[in-house]
């Protein structure tokens, strides 16, 4: 599966975006998509994912609230929605999949087979 993920951008903290993951090449059925983030001089770390049967949902706690992670059937899309955005959201945002995740691992980077590039996201202070 191709992702291709779009929506970053400038924002003043406390403002909104939207970040869209398209997919292509096949069905999502059966996976677990994924966001993560990585920002200047530090690890990757996961944000939020999505899986694509049932929609069960999962957050950082450092954005649970203030982020929301969706799916849409018919575009083969997942979004994260990110509203009161802070300086520390600062970094580029990876859309990740897989079929091999459990609920335990689904956090960890190491689960996903296929990423896409990134895209930045930068708040002002």
């Known amino acids: 599966v191709q992702l291709q993920a779009s929506g970053g951008g400038l924002v003043q903290a406390g403002g909104s975006l939207r970040l869209s993951c398209a997919a292509s090449?096949?069905?999502?059925?059966?996976?677990?998509m994924g966001w993560f983030r990585q920002a200047p001089g530090k690890e990757r770390e996961f944000v939020s994912a999505i899986k694509w049967n049932g929609g069960a949902t999962y957050y950082a706690d450092s954005v649970k609230d203030r982020f929301t992670i969706s799916r849409d059937y018919a575009k083969i899309t997942v979004y994260l929605q990110m509203n009161s955005l802070k300086p520390d959201d600062t970094a580029i945002y990876y859309c990740a999949a897989t079929r091999r995740a459990i609920t335990s691992s689904i956090r960890y980077s190491e689960s996903y087979d296929n990423w896409g590039p990134g895209t930045k996201v930068t708040v002002s202070s």
């Open positions: 090449g096949r069905t999502l059925i059966n996976y677990v």
